[in-house]
């Protein structure tokens, strides 16, 4: 299940989307986010998913690939989906026991958080998956360079974010390495209740964390080797510019945009 995690990974591929500006994927990104909060029925969720699903054929990420990172957040989803069918008060009670009710309202906004966290989960996986960490550190250095003028480091902060979003599924890797070598000394992670299963991953926090500084210190090491400095004088291959295929893809953002308000007064 850790190896499932599609988040921080790449898939080298020859398409549009892969083609596009870097800064416009993650402008893009940021405003699906913040667009899908707005969502509010069932027809907005379908023209979401639509549009999304439109996206990864597009991009010709293999849909089943990018699927796979939803198996990740299951228990999310469940736990999220019990305390909101349970917990949501409302005025139409479909089943009741003790004090516990179920009622259309609170399986109505089950059914929107659990669609909202799947689509978040997806879209943002399409951004690291389309887009290569070099292309995506610039992309935020350039969003981010207007914050130089107050003293910000703009060039260390997106460095960093970019660092720790390609390490999730590093990390994950190692840590299912580490769960199947402890499995085969006679480790059982899969039996017993939720309280036991999570006793049992506490001896992997230890193993995990030399890997993890082991990791972070060769990698300290091979930048200084390359004589990194930070922003200091630093150039570019490839510079980023705009193309008319970026400008092409404006639009749609727009209709997406006035679609998902349009929808609302459904």
């Not at 008060?89 to 909202?116: C, H, I, N, S, W």
Request: proline share 5%; aromatic share 10%.
């Amino acid at each position: 299940m850790l190896t499932n995690i599609t988040i921080g990974q790449y898939y080298p591929a020859d398409s549009p989307v892969h083609r596009l500006d870097p800064r416009f994927k993650l402008v893009s990104a940021l405003a699906f986010i913040i667009l899908l909060f707005f969502v509010g029925n069932i027809w907005g969720f379908i023209f979401t998913a639509v549009c999304v699903f439109a996206v990864i054929k597009i991009s010709r990420v293999p849909p089943l690939f990018l699927l796979r990172g939803l198996r990740g957040i299951i228990f999310i989803l469940l736990f999220t989906a019990v305390l909101n069918v349970f917990f949501t008060p409302g005025d139409t009670v479909l089943l009741q026991f003790y004090f516990l009710r179920v009622t259309l309202e609170g399986l109505a906004l089950a059914g929107k958080m659990a669609a909202r966290l799947c689509l978040l989960i997806v879209g943002s996986s399409l951004l690291t998956l389309t887009t290569s960490p070099i292309e995506l550190t610039d992309a935020i250095e350039y969003l981010m360079k207007p914050l130089k003028r107050v003293g910000v480091p703009a060039h260390e902060i997106a460095m960093m974010m970019t660092i720790a979003l390609r390490f999730i599924p590093t990390l994950m890797e190692e840590m299912d390495k580490i769960m199947k070598a402890q499995s085969a000394r006679g480790a059982d992670f899969d039996t017993g209740g939720v309280v036991k299963r999570a006793r049992a991953l506490i001896p992997l926090l230890v193993p995990l964390f030399i890997s993890s500084f082991r990791r972070a210190d060769e990698l300290a090491t091979a930048m200084e080797a390359r004589c990194y400095r930070g922003d200091v004088n630093r150039t570019r291959m490839k510079e980023l510019k705009l193309s008319r295929m970026d400008l092409r893809a404006i639009p749609f953002m727009v209709l997406y945009a006035a679609g998902i308000f349009a929808l609302n007064f459904i």
